[in-house]
């Protein structure tokens, strides 16, 4: 349906009007619209911004470019979006495909889109994508950095399936989940790791001094995202006498009894600040033995199995980038965390056990092994620099495929 065809549709249809008012009441905008010059769109499921992977890795490839359009279906940190010429949400979880596509076009009024990333999560994201590419006829690539429509159907087969094929270039942040994609849907996908700052990157291994593992002290950096990953955790750690600092982003959808400080710290979790600036870090992570990254359990109790199975968590790549600390994954040895980790020989993993727990901290912490993993992820650093990847991005949708074999080249490498 063109643009013309629609607004004749809604302005002959006064029964659609009035379904519409809800919707169009839930669009804030908060900025002024800017007129005329072309913007890339960029659709995220919520606020971009420093406090989860999905908003630094956006903020990190996408933060220089002056005419960027940045639209969210949701609020989860406060509204606190720091992204985008142009910023707003657009929520619209109910509503039809009509009802869609009127507030999207009620909301881009005076714009002027150029190209589209949509990173789908919710199906607002996707019907914000598909409303954009239809009603202005831009060309669109997506790019899944989570599954929500195999492990589980918050998106249906019939919408991804579309999305999907209305997309001139189809990305993956995840072996598995590029596998996973294109065996359903019989379409080409293409790997994009996470990336990371060219002047944070370590090329050359450096294991911190004997002291370090004397009484090592590990760190979890991020988010947990979930309750019974966090418990899990914790039934872990505690009792091993082995410390675990946790820079936490406080994320809202953790119940509030499992954060408390003092009872993380008698089970060996150490709650700190975040520290502000990567810089600071990437220094405070080349002096760890070790990282933590929990994952999921892929058993019936798995409370986030979208996230476990084919998610690659952008922390894994930061750290193994920037610092060569090697990683300990929490969970099973079939999340797409622990087999990364395994496949490029970054680290390894521990179930939920007290005493694999203290096996894989020996296992990291062994002298030889000290070596050989941080030099194991060095090698993999120079592939994984962010600059010119949203160039890369855009040549390759205009292309309609990946320009040159970048980051094939770090997919051969493992």
């Not at 002291?211 to 090592?216: E, R």
């Not at 408390?260 to 033995?289: N, Q, S």
Request: aromatic letters at 8%; glycine letters at 6%; hydrophobic letters at 40%.
């Amino acid at each position: 349906m063109s643009q013309t065809d629609l607004q004749q549709l809604v302005r002959d249809n006064a029964h659609a009007r009035l379904n519409l008012a809800s919707v169009l009441e839930r669009v804030s905008i908060e900025a002024p619209l800017a007129q005329g010059a072309p913007l890339d769109v960029i659709i995220t499921p919520n606020e971009v911004n420093g406090r989860h992977g999905t908003g630094v890795l956006v903020k990190r490839l996408f933060g220089h470019c002056p005419d960027i359009l940045a639209i969210r279906s949701r609020n989860i940190y406060g509204a606190d979006q720091q992204f985008g010429k142009v910023a707003f949400c657009l929520p619209h979880p109910t509503a039809s495909r009509q009802q869609s596509f009127f507030s999207v076009m009620r909301a881009l009024d005076g714009l002027a889109p150029r190209r589209i990333l949509c990173i789908p999560y919710y199906y607002d994201d996707v019907m914000t994508a598909l409303a954009v590419k239809e009603l202005f006829n831009v060309p669109l690539c997506t790019w899944i950095m989570d599954d929500q429509n195999i492990s589980v159907q918050v998106i249906s087969d019939e919408l991804m399936g579309e999305l999907l094929a209305k997309s001139s270039l189809r990305l993956a942040i995840s072996p598995e989940l590029q596998r996973a994609y294109q065996d359903k849907y019989d379409l080409p996908l293409h790997f994009l790791p996470p990336v990371v700052p060219d002047a944070l990157l370590s090329t050359s291994a450096q294991v911190p001094p004997e002291s370090t593992f004397t009484a090592p002290v590990g760190l979890i950096i991020g988010n947990i995202w979930s309750d019974r990953w966090l418990e899990l955790l914790r039934r872990t750690v505690r009792g091993t006498s082995i410390q675990v600092c946790w820079y936490w982003t406080g994320g809202s959808w953790l119940d509030r009894r499992l954060t408390e400080r003092a009872a993380l710290e008698e089970d060996g979790i150490l709650l700190r600040t975040p520290i502000e600036t990567e810089e600071g870090l990437v220094a405070d992570l080349r002096t760890r033995p070790f990282t933590v990254v929990p994952s999921g359990t892929l058993d019936a109790a798995d409370d986030n199995p979208a996230i476990s199975r084919l998610s690659l968590p952008s922390r894994i790549v930061f750290i193994l980038a920037t610092s060569n600390t090697p990683i300990i994954i929490l969970g099973s040895e079939q999340t797409a965390a622990a087999r990364f980790v395994r496949r490029y020989g970054v680290g390894t993993v521990s179930s939920y056990e007290p005493e694999s727990f203290k096996q894989a901290v020996a296992f990291v912490c062994e002298p030889a092994n000290r070596r050989t993993l941080r030099e194991n992820a060095a090698r993999l650093a120079a592939s994984l620099a962010a600059s010119g990847t949203a160039e890369w991005i855009w040549r390759s949708l205009a292309a309609g495929a990946p320009c040159d074999d970048r980051f094939n080249r770090f997919d051969r490498d493992g």
